[in-house]
C-alpha cells in the first residue's frame, strides 16, 4: 500500500488534476472513507452476526476455530519480556520504524536538492 500510494501521488502532484498536490489529499481521503464503508457494512464479528455465509460455513467456523473457555488464561508477563525472539521482534520493528520515517522526513529534502 504503502509503495503504491508514494508511486501514486507523485504522479498526482505532478499531474494538473484537482489543482496538483491537493488532489493527493482528497483522493486518499476519499479512499479511505470508501474502504471503511465498505469494511462497516461487510465484517461481522461472529459467524453468527454474518447474513452472508452458509448455515454449513457457519457451523465449520464455529466448529473448527477459536473455542472460547469460560475463564481467561493468564498471560506470563515475565516470560514473554524475558524471550529472546520477543526483544528480536521489538528492535527489528523499532529498527523499520526509524529507517521509515528518516527516509520520509528526508524524501523532501532528497527531491529538493538531489532530484
Not at 77 to 106: D, M, Q, R
Request: charged share 15%.
Amino acid at each position: 500500500g504503502t509503495v503504491a500510494t508514494m508511486a501514486a501521488t507523485g504522479w498526482l502532484c505532478d499531474s494538473d488534476f484537482m489543482g496538483g498536490w491537493p488532489s493527493v489529499f482528497y483522493i486518499i481521503g476519499v479512499l479511505g472513507v470508501v474502504w471503511s464503508i465498505a469494511w462497516f457494512l461487510l465484517v461481522f464479528n461472529h459467524p453468527q452476526l454474518h447474513p452472508r455465509i452458509s448455515e454449513e460455513e457457519r457451523e465449520y467456523i464455529l466448529h473448527y476455530c477459536g473455542k472460547k473457555t469460560e475463564k481467561a488464561l493468564p498471560l506470563p508477563w515475565k516470560a514473554v519480556f524475558t524471550s529472546l525472539p520477543v526483544w528480536a521482534i521489538i528492535v527489528v520493528h523499532f529498527g523499520i520504524n526509524w529507517c521509515f520515517y528518516t527516509l520520509l522526513t528526508e524524501l523532501p529534502t532528497y527531491l529538493d536538492k538531489i532530484q
